[in-house]
Nanobody
Framework: QVQLVESGGGLVQAGGSLRLSCAASASIFSISVMRWYRQAPGKQRELVAAISSGGTTNYADSVKGRFTISRDNAKNTVYLQMNSLKPEDTGVYYC?????????WGQGTQVTVSS
């Protein structure tokens, strides 16, 4: 069973930056779509960004121009670079791996943006 381990969350001031990482335990990473979701308190989980196995990216309108998703297949890791953070970006961020064989969620990492 593939496992996803997230890291990089924390507390940051508005306007600051943070980079989230999500490392997969299996070689299927390279043939998988990777997605980042977030869930704010009292809100539904929403898709933030996605990257295909070929590197095609998509972003939610709310983060477009501020967030960048990328992947390093050699490290089986997907990243979410978050710049110009706003308080409304606060929430638990989850990565998800998706292909024909598996749909697996990471454990989540808290991002809190103050001010």
């Amino acid at each position: 069973q593939v496992q996803l381990v997230e890291s990089g969350g924390g507390l940051v001031q508005a306007g600051g930056s943070l980079r989230l990482s999500c490392a997969a335990s299996a070689s299927i990473f390279s043939i998988s779509v990777m997605r980042w979701y977030r869930q704010a308190p009292g809100k539904q989980r929403e898709l933030v960004a996605a990257i295909s196995s070929g590197g095609t990216t998509n972003y939610a309108d709310s983060v477009k121009g501020r967030f960048t998703i990328s992947r390093d297949n050699a490290k089986n890791t997907v990243y979410l670079q978050m710049n110009s953070l706003k308080p409304e970006d606060t929430g638990v961020y989850y990565c998800k791996i998706e292909n024909r064989m598996v749909h697996v969620w990471g454990q989540g990492t808290q991002v809190t943006v103050s001010s």
